[in-house]
C-alpha cells in the first residue's frame, strides 16, 4: 500500500513551513502528499453560501499554485490539494478513516479550536503527527 502523508494548512505564510517538511519527509518516505486546506462556511444573507464557497475556493487555488510553485513542483513527489468545508479535526480524522495515512504535518496557526480537541484529535489519529511553529 502507498504511503500517504496529510498536511493541513492555512494559506498563509506560515504555511510554507510546513508543506516545506512535509515535501521532505514525502521525499524521504516515497510517500504521496495530500495537502489540505479546511474552512468553514458561515452564511452572511440568504442565497449567498454558493458563491461564498466558490470564492473561497478560487481564493485558496490561487494562494495554493505560488506555494505549488516555490515548494512542489520538480521535487519529485506526488501530491494533490484539497479544500474542503468543516472543522480541521473534523475531515483530519475523516481523511485518516478513509486513507493509509502514515504521517500528518500540522501548521500550529491551522486552529483546531482547543486544546481538548488537539488532543482528542490525536486520540483517534494515531498516526505520527508532527506540529510546525
Known amino acids: 500500500m502507498a504511503k500517504t502523508i496529510l498536511c493541513t494548512i492555512n494559506l498563509p505564510?506560515?504555511?510554507k513551513q510546513a508543506v516545506q517538511w512535509a515535501v521532505t519527509m514525502a521525499q524521504q518516505l516515497d510517500a504521496h502528499l495530500t495537502i489540505l486546506y479546511t474552512y468553514?462556511?458561515?452564511?452572511?444573507?440568504?442565497g449567498e453560501i454558493v458563491q461564498l464557497k466558490k470564492r473561497i475556493e478560487q481564493e485558496a487555488s490561487k494562494q495554493f499554485q505560488d506555494?505549488?510553485?516555490d515548494l512542489l513542483i520538480g521535487k519529485g513527489i506526488s501530491y494533490d490539494f484539497r479544500t474542503e468545508v468543516?472543522?480541521?479535526s473534523d475531515r483530519i480524522e475523516d481523511h485518516a478513516k478513509?486513507?493509509?495515512l502514515n504521517f500528518l504535518?500540522?501548521?500550529?496557526?491551522?486552529s483546531t479550536?482547543?486544546?481538548?480537541t488537539f488532543e482528542e484529535l490525536m486520540?483517534?489519529?494515531h498516526v505520527p503527527t508532527l506540529v510546525i511553529p
Open 105 to 110: 504535518v500540522i501548521d500550529k496557526n491551522v
Open 123 to 125: 486520540e483517534h489519529v
Open 13 to 15: 505564510e506560515s504555511s
Open 40 to 46: 468553514r462556511l458561515i452564511q452572511s444573507q440568504s
Open 98 to 100: 478513509k486513507n493509509n
Open 67 to 69: 506555494i505549488e510553485k
Open 113 to 116: 479550536n482547543s486544546k481538548e
Open 86 to 88: 468543516g472543522f480541521v
